[in-house]
Every structure is written in structure tokens, then in C-alpha cells.
């Protein structure tokens, strides 16, 4: 598990156990989680309005449009750039339903569902009887008995192009593709690297402990500590995602990993599940 030589936050490597378990073969879709609200009437984190107690800063300091519901968009500048402000966009309106915001397509029903918070998803996972994997099982079910490597464009959705101004989509996608577009690791997994990142239940901090190697689950939350995101405990998420390119993002690796807030769905971030049970068919 973990990796030595591309990011330092991912060594080192060590050999790990992990318990038995099954394993969702794809993300979850928003077909499926559709079935979760309609059963519920779960309503997501970013279809509520913003709470002004989480910017830690006076209320008039904050942007009007930032205490509306909604969640967070890739948007393309025109222009090179390797500072992520300029295509992240806060778009009041995005959410699981409408990824792109009120003016965008609606979701697609066999892709990833998108735009969801940690709460969302664990409120998913206990209506379907699984659980959030720990960082350690999904990188051992992503790995299939492989060294971590970077896959090749053929092989996994990820950005062609320049990152972030052009998009050659030679793959044939824009964003987000359907899951099980392309051909599963060897575990019959699909879409284990690149299309969305996944959420794993462990908090994040930079480099793994050497010493955990029985079943780890990462940090303590008091332990937890994200340099992009220093202020609150983030979750770490796995695997890239299709704007992981070779001039900026080198992440689309079951070794792969990166701090997500866990209070802020965006649009290239999803989630599968894992169980402790065999799942109903």
C-alpha cells in the first residue's frame, strides 16, 4: 500500500492487511441514489441553504451567492493556470440533480452522483446496508494484486488535453463518464481510478503511519490534518478523476490520494460502497 515516488504524501509503501469484504463493482449512480431520496425524501446538503456559522468569518464578509444552496463546478477558464480558484466556481443551484447548476443538463442516471457531502453519503450507506471503505480496502481492492501505476488515457476517463483550458476529449467525454465504460481491474471493478474520486471513511494527513499495518483506518480526527484545507478534519478521497492530467494532476492511481472538506460536495468527487454481508442481489 502507498507509494514512494510520484507524491510525498503517499509513502511510504508498507505491506497491510485487510479484513474481508465486498466491494460496490462501480460507483454509486444517481439511479441508484435517486431510489435512496425517493424511498427517504433525503434532501442533500447542498440543496439547503449554507449555514454563515461555517465561514468563521462576519456574515458581511461573505458573498451573497455563498449562502444560497448549491455546491461547487469545474469551470474551464480560457487561459493556462495552475491555481485551482481559477476553475472551481460556487453555482447556487448545483447539486445531485442539476451538476451544472439551474442553467446545465440534468443528471444522467447511469452516471456517478455527484455534489454530496459525507453526511450524504453516509445516510446513503446505512439505507443501503453498507458502509464508507477505509482508505486501506478500497486501495487493496483498486491495486488487484498490482503495483500502483498511472493508467494509460484508453484506460480510465481522464483529462486529454492541457489541463485546465483544453479539453481534447479524445475519449469521447467532457466530464463525468457512465460507470463501467471502460474495462474493469482484474477484480472486476470498475472505474477504480480517474472519472470521480472516491471517498474513503479515513481522515486525512499527509503520509501514512509505517506502524499501521493490521486493518489501518487512518488518523484520529484530532490527528487529521490537510495542508490545503487546514482549518477542518477532510476526508480522504481516492483515485483521481477525469481532470487528472499528466501537466497537473498525476493521481490516477490506486495509490493516489488527496484531503476532501467533508462538508463540500463537488462535481468530480463520488463515492461506492463496501459491505461486511454479502449485499442482496
Not at 486525512?204 to 483506518?217: A, L, S, T, V
Amino acid at each position: 500500500m502507498g507509494e514512494d515516488d510520484v507524491y510525498a504524501e503517499e509513502g511510504p509503501v508498507r505491506e497491510t492487511t485487510v479484513a474481508g469484504f465486498w466491494i460496490d463493482p462501480h460507483e454509486v449512480t444517481n439511479r441508484q441514489f435517486a431510489a435512496f431520496v425517493q424511498a427517504t425524501g433525503y434532501v442533500t446538503i447542498a440543496e439547503k441553504p449554507v449555514d454563515p456559522k461555517q465561514f468563521r468569518v462576519p456574515v458581511e464578509q461573505i458573498p451573497p451567492d455563498m449562502l444560497k444552496a448549491g455546491s461547487a463546478v469545474f469551470t474551464p477558464p480560457d487561459f493556462p493556470s495552475n491555481n485551482y480558484a481559477d476553475w472551481w466556481k460556487y453555482v447556487p443551484g448545483a447539486n445531485w440533480k442539476k451538476p451544472y447548476g439551474p442553467a446545465g443538463a440534468d443528471q444522467v442516471a447511469d452516471e456517478p452522483v455527484v455534489h454530496l457531502a459525507w453526511d450524504d453519503m453516509v445516510a446513503y450507506a446505512k439505507w443501503a446496508g453498507g458502509r464508507i471503505p477505509t482508505e486501506a480496502e478500497w486501495e487493496y481492492a483498486a491495486s488487484a494484486g498490482q503495483r500502483s501505476k498511472n493508467v494509460q488515457p484508453k484506460e480510465a476517463n481522464s483529462w486529454q488535453g492541457a489541463f485546465p483550458n483544453y479539453n481534447a476529449e479524445s475519449d469521447g467525454f467532457k466530464g463525468v463518464s457512465p460507470v463501467g465504460c471502460y474495462k474493469p481491474n482484474s477484480n472486476g471493478l470498475y472505474d477504480m481510478v480517474g472519472n470521480v474520486w472516491e471517498v474513503t471513511a479515513d481522515f486525512f494527513k499527509p503520509g501514512h503511519n509505517p506502524g499501521d499495518r493490521d486493518n489501518p483506518k487512518g488518523p484520529d480526527e484530532a490527528d487529521a490534518y490537510d495542508p490545503l484545507n487546514p482549518g477542518m478534519p477532510s476526508r480522504t478521497v481516492k483515485g483521481g478523476s477525469y481532470l487528472c492530467a499528466p501537466n497537473y494532476c498525476q493521481r490516477y492511481r490506486p495509490a493516489a490520494r488527496q484531503g476532501r472538506d467533508p462538508g463540500l460536495g463537488t462535481s468530480n468527487v463520488g463515492f461506492r460502497l463496501v459491505y461486511d454481508r454479502a449485499p442482496k442481489a
